[in-house]
């Protein structure tokens, strides 16, 4: 059974760094074709992916936020970590992490098949 | 970008009718496009990928068709559990995008 858990600070102030971990388990992020992405929504806003992060460290990012995001991976601790810099009010937004469902071609889509409940971070 | 346009943003309906929720794309997205359900305080739930094979555990009243730029979400008979927001997703091109949502309301 596979579980995701997003986890972080729910306030950030302006110009700081916002730091948030998912921890997973039923699947391994070693095993060859498997991915996890971040997603996020900001309240009254559509859906918005952000990163994909894959079992080969590939990391594949949104064009509009490549500059201010970094995705890392602990397979020991099942966890990836997401790191937005500078953030904005407009960073506010409740953060899921998702394991995209394995499907080979294009790495720098995918679609999420399991999610985590999401994690709400306001910027004020 | 792909912008996904949902429609209706709200349907009313009752238990036992029938849904159809519509998601129109502004270039093809070929039958790359998923549905997800969401509740309020819950993960979103993927239901239907690749324009019409359902996820793992969906139920068959679930039906998803469409391709190139029109796609449908079909719920064939309304359990009272089903009423949530329902997004869809394309991953045909970079970035991946979303809808807006469809709120499916009793």
């Known amino acids: 059974q596979i579980t995701l858990k997003e986890s972080g600070p729910t306030l950030v102030k302006p110009a700081e760094t916002l730091t948030l971990t998912c921890t997973f388990s039923?699947?391994?992020?070693?095993?060859?074709?498997?991915?996890v992405g971040w997603i996020r929504q900001a309240p009254g806003k559509a859906l918005e992916w952000l990163v994909f992060?894959?079992?080969?460290?590939?990391?594949r990012y949104s064009p509009s936020l490549k500059d201010r995001l970094t995705i890392t991976k602990d397979t020991s601790k099942n966890q990836v970590v997401l790191t937005l810099t500078d953030v904005d009010p407009v960073d506010t937004a409740t953060y899921y992490c998702?394991?995209?469902?394995?499907?080979?071609?294009?790495?720098?889509?995918?679609?999420?098949?399991?999610w985590g409940q999401g994690t709400l971070v306001a910027v004020s | 970008e792909v912008v996904l346009t949902q429609s209706p943003a709200t349907l009313s309906l009752s238990p036992g009718e029938r849904a159809t929720l519509s998601c129109r794309a502004s270039?093809?997205?070929?039958?790359?496009l998923a549905w997800y359900q969401h509740k309020p305080g819950q993960a979103p739930r993927l239901l239907i990928y690749?324009?019409?094979n359902r996820a793992t555990g969906i139920p068959p009243r679930f039906r998803g068709s469409g391709s190139g730029t029109d796609f449908t979400l079909t719920i064939v008979y309304l359990e009272p559990e089903d009423f949530a927001i329902y997004y869809c997703?394309?991953?045909?091109?970079?970035?991946?995008?979303f809808g807006l949502g469809t709120k499916l309301e009793i």
């Open positions: 690749d324009a019409t």
């Open positions: 998702a394991h995209r469902r394995r499907v080979s071609g294009n790495w720098d889509t995918g679609d999420l098949d399991y």
């Open positions: 997703q394309q991953r045909a091109n970079r970035p991946v995008t």
């Open positions: 270039q093809s997205v070929s039958s790359q």
């Open positions: 992060i894959y079992w080969d460290d590939d990391k």
């Open positions: 039923g699947f391994s992020l070693t095993t060859n074709g498997v991915g």
